[in-house]
């Protein structure tokens, strides 16, 4: 494995070691799934006469389990509109290409195709149908990859540390976060008390039954303090593949009634809980209490790095 690639499988490898993508995609996958899986994104990207890095379409539409290419075309017409909700251009991401492919005996035929950039294969993976097994891997994947090269593009080839880590994870929360509450009202989940109530649901089905309180007594905190910000890489993954996967049951399954919301996402962190099980990994609660995020962040943002003795402290 390249440099490049290991410093990739590292990155995800360690952020997600204690969870899997659904307790159905472990069915069937043997040791050292995850890390083919990183392997066989990271050996489709290519780079152009200018060494701009990018994915083929085409490419991608296999890694991510589309038999039909019209379908993904589908899928990507929805991710440049949330690149242009985002306030992006499309066309700095996804740029149309034709190509000559072999259909056999030494003939060729032309064919379009669309060039990815690393943030475009990111809203790709945020649009697919998440029933698909690599989906749910891609979506967490390009989170964590896309967020570490706006991180550092000029330091790209240096391995994330758990800081680094704990706050691109904490941010990409906070979106989803968001987009999660817009799922959970046009269910039915209004008001502020309906949502932190239906909050509390997502927690108790991810921590055992442990609510936001239990869970900050479980872990020593105050009241005060947001138990988020006090998570470290794994922890935070865990949240953030039960607040993707929520929202997406909810709109994908038109879940309506703030009890069948609320049971939803129960149900979905039960899962994720099953998961790390399954896989053997630490129950979440029993993860240790990590620094408040809000120091770890300016302290990154001044360029220094805590050392093993300041942890403690």
């Known amino acids: 494995m390249s440099d490049t690639k290991k410093i990739a499988s590292d990155a995800f490898a360690n952020a997600l070691s204690d969870l899997a993508p659904s307790s159905s995609a472990i ?18 990207a290519q780079a152009d006469d200018d060494g701009i890095e ?28 949330a690149c242009v909700a985002s306030g992006q251009p499309a066309s700095n991401h996804f740029s149309d290409v034709r190509k000559m492919v072999s259909i ?19 809203l790709t ?14 979506q967490t994947y390009f989170a964590i990859q896309t967020r570490k090269q706006e991180l550092s593009e000029d330091n790209q080839y ?30 039915g989940v209004i008001e502020p008390l309906d949502f932190a109530i239906f909050q509390t649901f997502g927690y108790k089905g991810l921590y055992g039954g442990l609510d936001r309180p239990g869970i900050q007594r479980a872990k020593g905190l105050r009241a005060k303090q947001n138990i988020l910000d006090h998570m470290g890489s794994t922890e935070l ?17 038109k879940i309506r009634g703030k009890d069948a919301a609320n049971n939803t996402h129960l149900e979905v962190g039960r ?9 053997g990994g630490t129950m979440p609660e029993n993860l240790p209490v990590a620094e408040d995020i809000a120091k770890v962040a300016r302290r990154l943002k001044k360029g220094v790095t805590n050392s093993p003795k300041t942890l403690g402290d």
């Open 125 to 138: 993976a945020q649009n697919g149908d998440s029933r698909k097994k690599p989906i749910a891997f891609a």
């Open 271 to 279: 899962k994720v809980r099953q998961a790390i099980k399954e896989i």
């Open 237 to 253: 993954a865990a949240n953030l593949f039960r607040a993707t996967q929520t929202e997406e049951k909810l709109r994908r399954d």
């Open 27 to 44: 069915a069937g996958l043997g040791d050292g799934a995850i890390e083919r899986l990183i392997a066989s994104f990271e050996e489709a």
């Open 104 to 122: 056999g005996s030494g003939a060729e035929r032309e064919i379009s195709d669309i060039r990815l950039t690393r943030y475009a294969c990111y």
């Open 54 to 81: 990018f994915w083929d379409a085409r490419d991608l539409q296999e890694l991510l389990g589309y038999q039909r290419w019209d379908t993904f075309l589908e899928v990507i017409e929805k991710a440049k509109t």
């Open 158 to 187: 240096a391995p994330l540390s758990e800081e680094q880590k704990r706050v691109l994870l904490r941010d990409e929360i906070k979106e989803h976060n968001k987009h999660l509450a817009s799922a959970a009202k046009s269910a």
